[in-house]
């Protein structure tokens, strides 16, 4: 899904790997123009990160996040290559880069630089930690960040230690704030002509999402600690195994918790002593649980959801992603789109103009595809 509500707007790309390219593939998604400048020796990492395409060798992960954007290969030190990028600073409304603090300042393209040139630009810095504090000048991976930021603390098995969130949640999510910074500081110089400095750090942005882990820390001392499957908030809330295969279910609050009994058969669980309150069935979830999970797996998985469903109870599956990719629901929501070869997951952004929604998507260029056309263009 490509809305066009960027249509006028050119971004000049300057970052690799996956936080800023996924950034820039939110703005191209939506309209913009992006020119992806990328280094003469192979150009971005990712391009070189498995798995490949075992027609062409081209990384998917790469392909992955690069869809809608011009690849222009130019020398960040070579005096000519550096008169066309600052020819299309003059045209651009925004500049993204993911360089380690003062890299770009010594390119002589840092935010000062840039807004001697142009002077209302928005200009996105993302890095693992920042451009202030201690630990600025520190790489930021996304593991790194997510041990550092508590994450991995109340993310886990209950029974075992802290574990790494499945995907590179930091990585992500900071192309996502970044994202989200780089539209506030447009909506500012929308609203006043003055250009905008985003400084996003992957460790901000992983903290800021853990509000209540934090808040009960600071107010009442207390330390989150993993709860694996299970929601810590709630019980039963969480995956429970069937006789062939798991289903989630979410029990909050007292009238969920009878429609829950009822849907098992056990409803003389509804008022016991040690589970009728939502405090008493957290201070003795295990007792719960060693009553719940033998009845849970005596049926299928498909059969349980008819159960639940019919009785009011939320629940749902746990789909790998081929049975997701196949969900009606993602078919109908268009969030499997065609980029050229590849078929990429959608925009989840769904803005909707004059009745419709506009549907457009370029598939991920070859380094140095446009070089010559934007070199022409901007000499």
């Given at each position: 899904m490509?809305?066009?509500?960027?249509?006028?707007?050119?971004?000049l790309?300057?970052t690799?790997s996956?936080?800023?390219?996924?950034?820039?593939m939110?703005m191209?998604?939506?309209?913009a123009?992006?020119?992806?400048?990328?280094?003469i020796?192979?150009?971005?990492?990712?391009?070189g990160?498995?798995?490949?395409?075992?027609?062409?060798n081209?990384?998917?992960?790469?392909?992955?996040?690069?869809?809608n954007?011009?690849?222009?290969?130019?020398?960040l030190?070579n005096?000519?290559?550096?008169?066309i990028?600052?020819?299309?600073?003059?045209k651009?409304?925004?500049v993204?880069e993911?360089?380690?603090?003062?890299v770009?300042?010594?390119?002589?393209?840092?935010?000062?630089d840039?807004?001697?040139?142009?002077?209302?630009?928005?200009?996105?810095?993302?890095?693992?930690?920042?451009?202030?504090?201690?630990?600025a000048?520190?790489?930021g991976?996304?593991?790194?960040g997510?041990?550092i930021?508590g994450?991995?603390?109340?993310?886990?098995?209950?029974?075992?230690?802290?574990?790494?969130?499945?995907?590179?949640?930091?990585?992500?999510?900071?192309?996502?704030?970044?994202?989200?910074?780089?539209?506030?500081g447009?909506?500012?110089?929308?609203?006043?002509?003055?250009?905008?400095?985003?400084?996003?750090?992957?460790?901000?942005?992983?903290?800021?999402?853990l509000?209540?882990?934090?808040?009960n820390?600071?107010?009442?001392n207390?330390?989150?600690?993993?709860?694996?499957?299970?929601d810590?908030?709630?019980?039963p809330?969480?995956?429970?195994?069937?006789?062939?295969?798991?289903?989630i279910?979410?029990?909050?609050?007292?009238?969920?918790?009878?429609?829950?009994?009822?849907?098992?058969g056990?409803?003389n669980?509804?008022n016991?002593?040690l589970?009728k309150t939502?405090?008493?069935?957290?201070?003795?979830?295990?007792?719960?649980?060693?009553?719940?999970?033998?009845?849970i797996?005596?049926?299928?998985?498909?059969e349980w959801?008819?159960?639940f469903?019919?009785?009011?109870?939320p629940?749902?599956l746990?789909n790998n992603?081929?049975?997701?990719?196949e969900?009606?629901q993602?078919?109908?929501?268009?969030?499997?789109?065609?980029?050229?070869?590849?078929?990429?997951?959608?925009?989840?952004?769904?803005?909707?103009f004059?009745?419709?929604?506009?549907?457009?998507?370029?598939?991920p260029?070859k380094?140095?595809?446009?070089?010559?056309?934007?070199?022409?263009?901007?000499?």
């Amino acid at each position: 899904m490509r809305n066009n509500v960027f249509k006028d707007l050119l971004v000049l790309d300057f970052t690799q790997s996956l936080a800023g390219p996924y950034c820039t593939m939110l703005m191209a998604n939506n309209g913009a123009r992006v020119i992806k400048i990328e280094r003469i020796d192979g150009g971005d990492l990712l391009r070189g990160a498995a798995p490949f395409d075992p027609e062409d060798n081209i990384s998917l992960f790469w392909a992955s996040v690069n869809s809608n954007k011009e690849s222009c290969v130019l020398d960040l030190k070579n005096p000519d290559d550096l008169i066309i990028i600052k020819n299309i600073i003059k045209k651009a409304d925004v500049v993204v880069e993911n360089f380690r603090p003062g890299v770009m300042d010594r390119l002589g393209l840092g935010y000062k630089d840039v807004c001697a040139i142009k002077p209302d630009i928005v200009y996105t810095s993302i890095s693992g930690f920042g451009h202030t504090g201690p630990l600025a000048k520190m790489p930021g991976f996304d593991l790194v960040g997510q041990g550092i930021s508590g994450m991995m603390t109340v993310n886990g098995d209950l029974e075992k230690d802290e574990g790494r969130v499945g995907f590179p949640i930091g990585d992500i999510t900071s192309g996502m704030w970044a994202y989200m910074a780089t539209i506030t500081g447009l909506c500012h110089r929308f609203m006043t002509g003055e250009p905008s400095y985003c400084d996003i750090s992957m460790l901000d942005g992983l903290f800021a999402m853990l509000p209540a882990e934090v808040l009960n820390y600071t107010k009442a001392n207390k330390l989150a600690h993993p709860s694996g499957n299970h929601d810590p908030c709630s019980t039963p809330f969480g995956v429970i195994k069937t006789s062939d295969g798991a289903i989630i279910v979410a029990v909050l609050g007292g009238k969920l918790w009878v429609s829950f009994c009822e849907a098992i058969g056990r409803t003389n669980l509804i008022n016991h002593d040690l589970f009728k309150t939502s405090e008493l069935r957290l201070l003795h979830r295990a007792d719960l649980s060693a009553i719940v999970r033998p009845i849970i797996k005596t049926k299928t998985t498909q059969e349980w959801v008819n159960i639940f469903t019919n009785a009011g109870v939320p629940n749902g599956l746990v789909n790998n992603i081929k049975d997701t990719c196949e969900l009606p629901q993602i078919e109908a929501r268009e969030m499997l789109v065609h980029s050229g070869k590849y078929t990429v997951a959608g925009n989840p952004i769904k803005i909707e103009f004059n009745g419709k929604i506009l549907c457009e998507y370029n598939p991920p260029e070859k380094l140095g595809q446009s070089t010559a056309k934007i070199k022409t263009e901007f000499k």
